[in-house]
């Protein structure tokens, strides 16, 4: 009999995860996002045991559809469409951090790759659940005893996800005692369990590398190695058994116990504890795990505002000459040093890089490069490198080398050739790039007194959601729509940013009292 966490009388699965990660994989919309209330139990912040579900789900699901375990384009065409997924929320995940989550999930284990926090895992093991789903078109009985058995895989591990019956709002349990099927494929979309988020008053200078940037890095370093750590019930007992391995001793053991610890409090906002584990880490001078630690140093000091600390920390991982980790640091090391105005040791750094046997590592250091170059007045070095990165096709930083491709092309007066860079940025759906590029064409259109093209480059700058890139463009649209004489649709393209706390709001409304004073 199909396992039902302890509600033996229900079609329906047993807990209140299961219940949402069954609407998610049955593309019902309404039905999942009625659900995430009712995650912990209805109470904000996060629930340790809850992901563990989603997790084993995953782990069922990509069984069932590669029996034999994906091949590596498959699991980076899972990884793309993950990214897709996820690009519009307030979570977007890397390639890295997917890839890695889906091979400790393959080997069916209660793993997860070494510095994806357990709120991606969890988020990345759901999405991979309901796009596999989805997409072979798993019907409503086959869905719910996956997530049935992924629940009871869960409690025999030693989770606890909360069950449905227990304390949560009334008006969040109307929308669970009734099974519903799927109401379309409307895809996955983008709601996931909230996450308590930390907040500090202290202040610090403003890192230089960007958090998101290093994340990346550091994931893919980590998916490289293959590092992993087990996924814990709880904090404590993580930190416990990480304290217990490095008094053991092991020369292999400590120092990768060091640097998970190290992982751990920083994500705890230890970071004076993050620190020393990373230099205890680094200590052992383990050929691995040193470096690795090197890294994270790098990247905890950056964050903290300590440039010259960061820099240390990179060059030492640099020197330790590891074919994974030397590259990844050494792009670190280049924004710092451009920031610093130090070009010539930054272009040092982003070469060696860019031959990184990790492609994210060497392509977002060959775009760093070429923004380098072109800021140089290199033109020619400049656009290699961006073409570079275009040909790749990666899904990440292509988009972002053919907007950086079309500036320098543009700025040589080579308007076509920036212009098709420009349409090549927009249709590859980057969540960045897209709304990014659509803007500049808009530019670039308007001032070649293309006004159709131009127009329709601007709304769909505007329609992009990205709040900066579209409050840029219907100023930008209502600018072009009165030297074009169509002044009320001007108005209307400037109301578009009125109330949306917009830096260009101000000049909406000088332009709004303006048009209303002409027309008297």
């Known amino acids: 009999m199909a396992f039902t966490a302890g509600t033996p009388n229900s079609s329906l699965p047993g807990t209140f995860v299961g219940r949402w990660l069954r609407a998610a994989m049955l593309g019902d919309r309404e039905r999942r996002d009625q659900l995430v209330g009712a995650l912990n139990r209805g109470e904000a912040g996060w629930n340790d045991d809850e992901p563990a579900v989603s997790v084993a789900c995953c782990e069922l699901v990509l069984r069932r559809v590669w029996p034999d375990g994906p091949r590596q384009a498959d699991t980076e065409w899972l990884s793309s469409l993950v990214q897709a997924s996820l690009a519009g929320t307030k979570s977007p995940v890397r390639a890295a951090e997917v890839e890695a989550v889906v091979r400790a999930a393959v080997r069916g284990q209660v793993d997860r790759a070494v510095n994806v926090s357990r709120y991606n895992t969890g988020l990345i093991c759901g999405t991979v659940a309901a796009l596999l789903s989805m997409i072979n078109h798993l019907a409503d009985a086959e869905v719910t005893d996956l997530v049935k058995e992924a629940e009871r895989v869960a409690f025999e591990r030693g989770w606890h996800p909360p069950m449905v019956g227990t ?49 990346a890095v550091k994931a893919a370093t980590a998916a490289s190695l293959g590092v992993e750590l087990p996924l814990y019930r709880n904090t404590e007992e993580a930190e416990a058994a990480f304290r217990e391995a490095i008094a053991a001793g092991d020369p292999d053991q400590a120092p990768a116990a060091a640097c998970s610890l190290g992982c751990l409090l920083q994500e705890n906002g230890d970071v004076a504890g993050a620190t020393a584990a990373f230099r205890l880490a680094i200590d052992s001078g383990h050929r691995d795990h040193a470096p ?26 640099i020197e330790s000459g590891n074919a994974e980790i030397a590259p990844a640091a050494a792009s670190c090391l280049g924004v710092l040093l451009q920031a610093q105005g130090d070009v010539s040791g930054a272009r040092a750094a982003y070469e060696l890089a ?35 990165v275009l040909d790749s096709g990666d899904s990440m930083n292509a988009p972002m080398a053919a907007v950086g491709l079309a500036e320098l092309l543009a700025r040589h007066g080579d308007d076509e050739g920036a212009a ?12 960045f790039a897209s709304p990014a590029a659509a803007l500049s064409l808009g530019m670039l259109l ?28 219907a100023v930008n649209l209502g600018a072009f729509l009165e030297d074009q004489g169509k002044l009320d649709d001007a108005k209307a393209a400037y109301r578009q940013v009125i109330g949306s706390g917009h830096a ?8 709004l009292r303006t048009l209303r004073s002409k027309s008297r």
Do not use: W
């Open 354 to 388: 860019a031959g990184s046997s990790e492609d994210f590592v060497a392509l977002g250091a060959t775009l760093c490069l070429a923004a380098l170059l072109s800021g140089q007045g290199d033109a020619d070095a400049a656009k290699a490198m961006y073409l570079r």
């Open 292 to 317: 690795f630690a090197a890294l994270f140093l790098g990247a905890l000091l950056n964050e903290q505002g300590d440039v010259a600390g960061a820099t240390a920390a990179f060059r030492l991982a």
């Open 446 to 473: 308007a001032k070649r007194g293309d006004a159709q093209e131009a127009e329709a480059a601007y709304r769909k700058a505007i329609a992009s959601g990205d709040a900066d890139v579209a409050g840029r463009a």
């Open 504 to 511: 260009g709001e101000e000049i909406a409304r000088q332009r």
């Open 420 to 431: 098709a860079a420009y349409r090549q940025a927009i249709g590859s759906g980057h969540p």
């Open 167 to 215: 304390a949560v709002d009334p008006d969040i349990a109307g929308a669970l005692p009734q099974p519903v099927g799927a109401r379309g494929r409307q895809g996955p979309g983008g709601s996931q369990p909230r996450a308590a988020h930390r907040s500090s008053s202290a202040t610090k200078p403003e890192p230089i590398v960007s958090a998101e940037v290093l994340a």
